[in-house]
């Protein structure tokens, strides 16, 4: 007793199935490519950034210095003043000739949110050249060392 078939085909019929497998191999493998690389496309970049300022720029003719300490007090000259005479104080100098430059000088310590107050205020009143002063670096290059 046989239990194949007793007609023999003519030839091989073409398969008419897809087969799948190497489809879900090629798409695994993207896949793990996709969650590798996905990390790397984040804007958070490290930067270490240099330890020596610029160069002094030149003394304007006309300049707004101020100070802002580690409580965010904000200081014009040696003069403590508020949010709004600071406003004031911007929009008065911004109708001048020439535009004078606003000079900040900010505690390591300071919330950022105070500096960008500043420098919103200032520009709000049209005052565009703002400028960090920092403490220059020290003769060999070294940095200063943390208090």
Do not use: C, W
């Not at 490519?33 to 610029?54: E, G, M, Q, R, V």
């Amino acid at each position: 007793m046989s239990f194949g078939r007793l007609e023999r085909s003519q030839g091989s019929q073409p398969m008419s199935e897809i087969n799948v497998t190497p489809l879900v191999d090629v798409m695994l493998v993207l896949l793990v490519i996709f969650i590798i690389t996905a990390p790397l496309l984040s804007y958070a970049i490290k930067l270490d950034l240099p330890n020596d300022p610029a160069p002094a720029a030149e003394a304007a003719l006309s300049t707004i210095k101020l100070s802002i300490d580690a409580e965010g007090k904000v200081f014009l000259d040696t003069d403590p003043i508020s949010d709004q005479q600071l406003r004031a104080r911007f929009s008065t100098a911004a109708k001048a000739s020439p535009v004078p430059e606003v000079h900040v000088r900010a505690d390591k310590a300071t919330r950022y949110e105070r500096v960008a107050f500043v420098m919103s205020a200032a520009q709000q009143a049209g005052l565009t050249k703002i400028g960090f002063v920092t403490e220059p670096a020290s003769p060999a290059g070294e940095i200063p060392a943390q208090r």
